[in-house]
């Protein structure tokens, strides 16, 4: 199955797409399950295959860019780098309300009352501040991201951070009681490595926060074969469930303990997004559903999973809460 080439960049991509296996079990063989473009940013021209892997089930992009074009597929407007300094004043104070709770919910998963806390692509900053704000002293408080900006700032406040890939930074072993990584593992070349890096920072005891997509969802079977919003293409290059989670998991020291579900109102919207802009090819009104423009939507979306979440369905965002074995 091949998605027709709706997305109208400039051209390929530099270098050429590189094929790997399941990172899950390591097997190569694999059906298209799905495929699509960069509908969100249109960095590219290519076409991209989700395969889901013959050996275990596990969902992944192969052929998938290489890393020398990830400057590329990560443009200076990333929404990730300025989410939440764009948002509007009285955005911004329900994200602070919402995400007070979320990090409340965190820190019940430890017993140590002041926890040293590990943010992993911790952006500006934002969840130090929460913590913070929560009790827990500055030089607890540690933050990794990729550019030198955010972590020279977040020293100059006083937190601490390294910059840098997780895999790469500098950090003491055994030294945090929580680490939390939002959204960052299915990005990330090597799972595998940056669990294992994860579980040696661990302190004995130690709880890992993972939020990743899940596939396991009502958004991810409707819109499945190619506009479902968490694919993101070509940026998410694993896509899980508790299951493949709970098996890589496995291989790195770690075990999944428990799982809870969270709101996923940007891939409810960003779905009906590029449906509305790519197949129907209504590109002036796919502007009302781009969820950086429409927050009514956002918020009508949080409000239906956050229902669905309480009856018990899955949603297409899970926590999973995490121990060395
Ligand atoms: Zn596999």
Redesign the pocket.
């Known amino acids: 199955m091949t998605a027709r080439a709706l997305v109208a960049a400039r051209g390929a991509l530099s270098h050429p797409l590189v094929e790997v296996p ?1 990172c ?2 390591g ?1 190569s063989a694999g059906e298209v399950v799905a495929s699509g473009q960069d509908y969100e940013y249109e960095t590219t021209a290519d076409v991209f295959q989700v395969k889901r ?1 013959a ?2 089930g ?1 969902h992944y992009v192969s052929p998938r860019p290489a890393t020398e074009d990830l400057g590329t597929i990560y443009p200076a407007d990333y929404y990730a780098y300025r989410f939440i300094e764009n948002l509007s004043p009285l955005a911004r104070r329900t994200k602070a309300f919402l995400d007070g709770r979320k990090v409340r919910a965190w820190l019940k998963e430890t017993p140590v009352r002041a926890p040293r806390f590990l943010d992993v692509g911790c952006g500006d900053g934002w969840f130090l501040r929460i913590l913070h704000d929560q009790g827990v002293p500055k030089d607890r408080l540690w933050g990794v991201e990729i550019g030198d900006a955010p972590i020279e700032q977040l020293r100059r406040d006083g937190f601490q951070g390294r910059s840098g890939t997780i895999e790469a930074v500098d950090l003491p072993a055994g030294s945090f009681d929580l680490v939390v990584m939002l959204q960052v593992i299915e990005h990330v070349s090597d799972p595998e490595a940056v669990l294992k890096k994860l579980a040696r920072l661990l302190a004995p005891g130690g709880v890992l926060i993972l939020e990743t997509p899940n596939l396991r969802s009502a958004d991810f079977r409707l819109f499945r074969r190619g506009y479902w919003g968490g694919y993101h293409f070509p940026r998410h290059w694993n896509l899980f469930t508790e299951d493949s989670l709970g098996r890589l998991l496995a291989r790195t020291g770690l075990r999944l303990t428990s799982t809870a579900y969270l709101p996923a109102p940007t891939f409810w919207v960003y779905s009906l997004h590029h449906l509305v802009k790519y197949e129907w090819g209504f590109r002036q009104a796919a502007r009302f559903v781009d969820p950086l423009r429409n927050l009514p939507a956002v918020g009508a979306a949080t409000a239906f999973d956050l229902l669905r979440a309480k009856l018990g369905f899955r949603t297409s965002n899970m926590r999973a809460v995490i121990r060395r074995s």
């Open positions: 399941c899950v079990c097997a892997c050996g275990c596990h």
